[in-house]
T-cell receptor
Framework: DTAVSQTPKYLVTQMGNDKSIKCEQNLGHDTMYWYKQDSKKFLKIMFSYNNKELIINETVPNRFSPKSPDKAHLNLHINSLELGDSAVYFC?????????????FGSGTQLSVL | GNSVTQMEGPVTLSEEAFLTINCTYTATGYPSLFWYVQYPGEGLQLLLKATKADDKGSNKGFEATYRKETTSFHLEKGSVQVSDSAVYFCALSDYGGGSEKLVFGKGTKLTVNP
């Protein structure tokens, strides 16, 4: 069974559209994250949630809104998509909040905005 | 905040060659240091870590030593295999805004040819 699964794997859409990426973890972890990896492989944290509460919110446009309906899910909704949003988005989870906790990553969602 | 700088890639080696991927960091205090690896089409996974000065992290033949005097955490492997082809990310812990997070380097792509 996949530990951290995210869907869809590929997402191609037009500028201005609204789209969502879903993430689920079956590890029983308390903390979940969204990372963005740009075309140069630079990986940057966007959000993290612990027990459904937002604990990290980096400088991300308001068009990005994470939603955590329960501990096992952290979905990412993006409004009014722009060309610069094209990237690979990774969901991750860890048992606790600290950085010494091992991160478990999903296999990524490649978003292409045309 | 804390940051890491990795050597620019891509790195191309022949099988059984010696590998070094340089990583230096800038930090206040004593962060934990990590290497994550991303195999093609997969999410990142933790390769090794070190939590204090002079600690050596090791896994799957890879090693890295936490050097406080040179603020470095270089990744090494004595004899690479084709299966080591991946993108390698150096990371460190950062504390800011009331929360802890991992800060990643830009990644170094390694290709090992038979």
């Amino acid at each position: 069974d996949t530990a951290v699964s995210q869907t869809p794997k590929y997402l191609v859409t037009q500028m201005g559209n609204d789209k969502s990426i879903k993430c689920e973890q079956n590890l029983g972890h308390d903390t979940m994250y969204w990372y963005k990896q740009d075309s140069k492989k630079f990986l940057k944290i966007m959000f993290s949630y612990n027990n459904k509460e937002l604990i990290i919110n980096e400088t991300v446009p308001n068009r990005f809104s994470p939603k955590s309906p329960d501990k096992a899910h952290l979905n990412l909704h993006i409004n009014s998509l722009e060309l610069g949003d094209s990237a690979v988005y990774f969901c991750a989870s860890s048992q606790g909040e600290g950085t010494n906790e091992k991160l478990f990553f999903g296999s990524g969602t490649q978003l292409s905005v045309l | 905040g804390n940051s890491v700088t990795q050597m620019e890639g891509p790195v191309t080696l022949s099988e059984e060659a010696f590998l070094t991927i340089n990583c230096t960091y800038t930090a206040t205090g004593y962060p934990s240091l990590f290497w994550y690896v991303q195999y093609p089409g997969e999410g990142l996974q933790l390769l090794l870590k070190a939590t204090k000065a002079d600690d050596k992290g090791s896994n799957k033949g890879f090693e890295a030593t936490y050097r406080k005097e040179t603020t470095s955490f270089h990744l090494e492997k004595g004899s690479v295999q084709v299966s080591d082809s991946a993108v390698y990310f150096c990371a460190l812990s950062d504390y800011g805004g009331g929360s802890e997070k991992l800060v990643f380097g830009k990644g170094t792509k390694l290709t090992v040819n038979p």
